[in-house]
């Protein structure tokens, strides 16, 4: 038996592995595509880039797990009934579920890891992740100045170039606005020919203009006879150099302290407590109502009001308490008998917004709670999927295999995503949304094992063929002659 298991469990390990970095790495190229236009045209050095792949990676390796084991565990019991090795096992005792023993077990440590992975290293990763795909999103795109357009990029100036000549970097009719003063376009300068170049330490953009001219137009100046003058100045140049601050271009990393408390950066004793919280927050929120509103209706317990006439007990008064007021009295009253109205429906506005955004709160954190624990889960129920499936349909490889898996995976993937949209829409609770998806998948986990190890094809065609045929048969049989 120990070579029994050591054969399964080393043909099971090699295409786990293969599989598992196939999937993350189409996993993390599905990233590179939704985010490529944040990426693109920032100047961001490769160590950025990298790490905020390497971030994006931990966050899909949950993903990436159960679609492995599914492939992995076809791909295996598929090349073992491929090449007779699941039935030369069967003729000496071994059942396919001994067989499956060993790796249900490795599996099983795989889900584990999984979880535990999920708990505490996916919320560090996603606090990074967050943080610096942030960072990037803010950070300005490198400066490129075409041809015959205004580069508005350097805050305070409009530059254009005519033309740049691409073998000698040499710029022709060169315009360049200067803004800073901020009374519009005061200062202009320009050169027939220029150079432009950034220092070592990236610091400063520096251009080096050559026959131009610089044009001021200085603020307006009131005389002493009353009269408004208009000055400016201009300076003609064989060579003139103007130096632009880069620092807003430098790349600059937001602080990690503004996501910590989202849903994704917690883990499970985290969402515990913040679970805990929400009900805490309507709890003190209704205790306020109540304490705010209920002054308000305290004239229902005064025995001296009564309406049309009656007493709230329904018994004869005297008379309508208001007209006893007077004019003056009875609009005083109304005022603020509005005014008291407006104010317990603001006071109920405020205390529905609040319990429905907690409650938002309480949905988002049991979903990221679950999630820990389906995943992993999911793990184990596929491989039982995956691997009767692969003893059935008797083939290995990359071929059929992987085209089986990936249909069984989006199914999987369709339902997982309706389910948690339900939840997070109050359709159904947040724990049925994340568990729907396991138990949807565990008949068909328990059907395919048991149809395996009893040798039975994953359809029964001749028994729907006899079933078909005996139905027509009395359809015949009923038909009026």
């Given at each position: ?31 590179l595509?939704k ?25 899909l390796?949950p993903?990436?797990i ?11 019991f ?35 890891g999984?979880f535990?992975?999920?708990n505490r290293?996916?919320p560090?990763?996603?606090?990074k ?16 100045i ?30 360049i606005?200067d ?5 519009g376009?005061?200062?202009?300068t320009?050169?027939?020919k ?8 990236k ?9 131009g ?7 307006e100046?009131?005389s ?8 400016h100045?201009?300076?003609t ?24 408390n989202?849903?994704?950066?917690l ?8 679970i805990?919280?929400?009900?805490i ?7 306020y109502?109540?304490?705010y ?9 005064d025995?001296?009001?009564a ?36 104010s ?14 907690q409650t ?10 679950h ?11 596929l491989?039982f ?30 339902v997982?995503?309706?389910a948690?949209?339900?939840?997070k ?11 729907f ?11 395919l ?5 009893s ?5 029964n ?7 078909l045929?005996r ?8 038909r009026p002659?």
């Open positions: 038996m120990k070579k029994i298991y050591n054969l399964s469990l080393f043909a099971f390990i090699g295409p786990f592995v293969a599989t598992f970095f196939i999937a993350l790495f189409v996993l993390v190229m599905q990233f595509w985010y490529i236009d944040d990426l693109a045209g920032k100047g961001l050095e490769t160590s950025v880039i990298v790490e905020l792949l390497l971030y994006a990676s931990a966050n390796i993903m990436a159960p679609i492995s084991v599914l492939l992995s565990s076809i791909m295996t598929g090349n073992l009934a491929e090449n007779n090795e699941i039935l030369a096992f069967k003729t000496t005792g071994v059942s396919l579920l001994r067989i499956m023993k060993p790796l249900a077990f490795t599996v099983l440590l795989v889900s584990v999984a535990f992975f999920a290293g996916v560090v990763a996603n606090l992740f967050r943080s610096l795909l942030y960072s990037v999103k803010e950070q300005k795109p490198a400066m490129d075409p041809d015959g357009v205004f580069y508005t990029g350097i805050e305070g100036f409009s530059i254009r170039v005519g033309h740049r000549d691409p073998e000698t970097d040499e710029l022709h009719d060169v315009i606005y803004k800073t003063e901020k009374r376009n005061v200062m202009v320009r050169a027939n220029g150079k432009m170049y950034i220092t070592e330490d610091r400063f953009l520096l251009f080096d203009l050559y026959e001219a610089r044009y001021h137009e200085m603020p100046q009131r002493k006879d009353g009269g408004l003058h208009f000055p100045n201009r300076l140049f064989e060579k003139y150099q103007i130096r632009f601050d880069l620092s807003s271009f430098n790349f600059k990393r937001a602080k990690e302290d503004l996501w910590k989202s849903t994704q950066m883990n499970t004793s985290q969402l515990a407590h913040y805990d919280s929400t009900y927050l309507v709890n003190n929120k209704l205790d109502v109540d304490e509103v209920l002054p308000y209706f305290s004239f229902l317990g025995s001296t009001f309406l049309e006439g009656h007493d709230l007990s329904g018994n004869q008064q005297g008379g309508h308490y208001i007209s006893t007021l007077g004019d003056g009295g009875g609009r005083q009253l109304f005022q603020r008998a509005m005014s008291h109205a407006r317990v429906k603001g006071a109920l506005k405020s205390a529905a917004n609040e319990l429905e955004y938002q709160r309480r949905i988002s954190a049991k979903i990221e709670l999630r820990k624990f389906t995943l992993s889960i999911a793990c184990l129920i491989f999927v995956g691997a009767p499936l692969g003893a059935i349909i008797r083939k290995g490889g990359l071929g059929l295999p992987v085209v089986i898996s990936i249909v069984l995976f989006v199914i999987y993937y369709i997982m995503i309706g948690e949209k339900s939840a829409q109050q359709i159904i609770s947040p724990e049925m949304g994340m568990w998806p396991v138990f949807f998948i565990i008949p068909f986990a328990f059907l094992t048991y149809r395996a190890n040798d039975s094809k994953l359809f065609i001749s028994g729907i063929q006899a079933a045929s139905a027509l048969r009395i359809h015949k049989g009923n002659k």
